[in-house]
């Protein structure tokens, strides 16, 4: 059973950075679709970054050139390194994983999901 624990949260000004983090246990990283969501009060959740099994990367228009999502199988860790965030970006982000890449499209949600780090810019 997989499990996704988020950090790397916290309050910044717009411009600033952030680079969240997803420690996976209970399985390799390497086997599953990974990606990240956010969440903001009264709004639907929404995909930011997804990288499936084959390294293969797509992001949401809006954080294009701003957001780079990685992930280090040998650690088992998902990153989002967040840059020139603005105050659009205030939300809750949440990683979560699944073995099909459908998941993060089609067919949505991911099997698995962290509890979230909560992101401010102000």
């Known amino acids: 059973h997989v499990q996704l624990v988020e950090s790397g949260g916290g309050s910044v000004r717009a411009g600033e950075s952030l680079r969240l983090t997803c420690a996976v246990s209970g399985s390799t990283a390497g086997a599953y679709n990974m990606g990240w969501f956010r969440q903001s009060p009264g709004k639907a959740r929404e995909g930011v970054a997804v990288?499936?099994?084959?390294?293969?990367?797509a992001y949401r228009d809006s954080v294009k050139g701003r957001f780079t999502i990685s992930k280090d199988n040998t650690k088992n860790i998902l990153y989002l390194q967040m840059n020139n965030l603005s105050l659009e970006d205030t939300a809750m982000y949440y990683c979560a994983a699944d073995l099909d890449v459908d998941a993060f499209g089609p067919r949505p949600p991911p099997a698995y999901w962290g509890q979230g780090t909560q992101v401010t810019v102000s």
């Open positions: 990288i499936d099994s084959h390294g293969t990367i």
